[in-house]
């Protein structure tokens, strides 16, 4: 069955036995609902709508297409997710334990920070572990800086649904990763574009390049720890997601190493003219007081027709942006 009705959804529900009253009713287990045409009903709490109705466990279910969602595919089998033995991990820190140093000389991290290799997030606070991957070693530290961890097994019926409930979670986290660095690459190349016309073109393009460098690791440490938790859960339905994300932080780092090198290519071209209007159009570049296109015309007016063009491209001045540096958007 490729579809179900989620836990918490409102449907109606009716006994087989004849003539029993129909009831609104919160699903407290999702219910799985068969492939294939559904018979179409009125509905029979007169709201005048038709719905959809199947049997379940002596009932009579009815919902609307709204109710319905599609189940993920995992990789895993039910007796493999059975096997797993799977909890629920939550904790509650202190606010100020993060970089408390511990008794082995380390500082503490906030378990967010690691425990995506071992568990997997569906929730803001809640984290689903395969029993045998409970990182007791880690988790002691928790104590150590007076925070508490909860363990509670969830019962194996609800195996399969959970790791679904993973893969669910795992596409959204991937996709909030790349937005997130999306946006430190913007603020990057606006601190970039507002460099002070004292200061060197040069060294303010060497800390941009380190500030790519730094968001493309940061990321990537973080998409090898989602990776390593997936292998945990024998997860195998991800692998294109996970490359597409590699494929995105590479072109992001490679869109910005080409945008600070153009940067300071445009700057020296403007000043190379040696006149006075080119001096300015480089102040204007570095104060971010002039728009790209407009420094663009000047340097192609004075035969730096390449690096005119290169501009305009890289920095989106009449031209769509080549598409390759678009992270979050679903191909």
């Known amino acids: 069955m490729s579809r179900y009705i989620p836990e918490g959804t409102r449907v109606a529900i009716r006994s087989l036995k004849p003539n029993s009253p129909a009831k609104w009713y919160y699903v407290k287990d999702r219910v799985n609902v068969p492939d294939g045409p559904l018979p179409e009903v009125a509905c029979p709490m007169g709201t005048g709508n038709s719905v959809f109705r199947i049997e379940h466990m002596g009932f009579q279910v009815f919902f609307t297409n709204a109710c319905l969602r599609q189940r993920e595919e995992t990789g895993v089998s039910e007796e493999q997710a059975k096997n797993l033995r799977l909890r629920l991990l939550d904790y509650d820190v202190p606010d100020n334990a993060v970089g408390r140093e511990l008794k082995d000389g380390t500082k503490f991290q906030h378990p967010s920070s690691w425990l ?28 150590e800086v007076g925070g508490k961890w909860y363990s509670k097994k969830f019962d194996p019926s609800e195996a399969s649904g959970l790791i679904e409930d993973c893969v669910s979670a795992l596409k959204a986290e991937i996709g909030t990763m790349l937005a997130s660095a999306e946006t430190s690459r913007q603020t990057a190349e606006e601190k970039l574009e507002a460099t002070p016309a004292d200061e060197d073109p040069n060294a ?5 390049l380190a500030t790519a460098s730094g968001i493309k690791s940061r990321h990537e440490k973080r998409l090898k720890n989602l990776k390593e938790a997936v292998g945990r859960f024998g997860i195998s339905t991800l692998s294109a997601a996970f490359e597409k994300a590699s494929t995105s932080l590479d072109a992001l780092k490679a869109s910005m190493e080409n945008r600070a090198r153009l940067y300071v290519k445009a700057v020296e071209a403007a000043k190379a003219t040696g006149t006075a209007e080119g001096q300015a159009v480089a102040k204007s570049l570095q104060d971010n007081t002039i728009p790209p296109e407009v420094a663009a015309d000047y340097l192609q007016e004075h035969g730096e027709e390449q690096t005119a063009e290169a501009l305009r491209t890289a920095f989106g001045a009449g031209v769509q942006e080549d598409d390759t540096y678009s992270l979050t958007d679903e191909k």
């Open 116 to 143: 995506n290799k071992y568990a997997i997030r569906t929730t803001e606070s809640a984290w689903v572990i395969p029993e045998g991957n409970l990182p007791y070693y880690e988790l002691a530290r928790i104590r």
């Open 204 to 208: 303010a393009q060497k800390k941009f």
